[in-house]
């Protein structure tokens, strides 16, 4: 089966599962680390992506409906905008009438709760960017045991094709490991950084929300109402 552009898959596909008999056991594990960093990676970015909001916008919609003393508009926006920027800015409307000191213990609470939960499984894919160049050294070293064996075995009449399927399987778990530790070290930094901009957002907002809940604007100042 040859694709469009000339690529012949089936031949790929056998040259594929020939590299990875040569390079053992040791190459699947490789191969499975490589699974492993793929699914967190890709579950982690589309969970980043829905999260991600405009934040700016958002509290100007919140402060709009607080300034209506309208707080159940206010925290329907809360429940109907994804993210911790709005559990955040939802746990300091619910204590509106609250100190400034009880309004911003609500909000450390729910960061407490919320960061956790948005580095989850980053701990996975760091250990894959650093297990796989590992596993791939540990399958260096098992090749090359293979070949010292061959020439311990055959001594003075030992040709270069002897040592063949060790010198194979150290390269492949070298490369193997390489291959798949690098990716992942980029994306592992690259989602802490989708990791930081939200708790960024988290804290501008919590610090925007305290200061207008504590200001003279605040809700209760007005005569509001929950309507």
């Known amino acids: 089966m040859t694709g469009p552009q000339g690529l012949d898959y089936k031949g790929t596909r056998r040259l594929m599962i020939t590299l990875f008999a040569k390079g053992g056991v040791l190459m699947w594990l490789i191969a499975l680390c490589s699974v492993v960093g793929v699914a967190i990676f890709i579950e982690r970015l589309l969970l ?29 926006i809360c429940d109907e905008t994804p993210g911790p920027v709005a559990k955040v800015v939802k746990a300091a409307i619910t204590q509106y009438d609250r100190s400034r000191e009880e309004i911003q213990d609500a909000i450390e609470d729910v960061g407490l709760h919320e960061v956790p939960r948005l580095e989850k499984n980053l701990v996975g894919l760091a ?25 311990v075995e055959k001594g003075s009449f030992v040709h270069v094709a002897d040592m063949a399927d060790g010198v194979w399987m150290a390269l492949l ?43 003279s604007e605040k809700p209760g100042n007005n005569n509001p109402t929950r309507q």
């Open 48 to 76: 980043y992506h829905r999260l991600t909001i405009n934040t700016h916008e958002f509290i100007e919609g919140i402060k709009n409906a607080l300034r209506r003393n309208a707080l159940v508009e206010a925290l329907s």
């Open 173 to 215: 778990n070298s490369a193997g490991g390489l291959a798949v530790a690098i990716p992942a070290y980029v994306a592992y930094n690259y989602l802490v950084s989708r990791v930081d901009t939200l708790v960024l957002d988290m804290e501008r907002a919590a610090t925007e929300i305290l200061s207008f809940l504590t200001s």
């Open 127 to 151: 250990t894959v960017a650093h297990v796989a160049p590992l596993i791939g050294l540990l399958g260096t070293v098992v090749g090359l045991i293979s070949c010292f064996r061959v020439i």
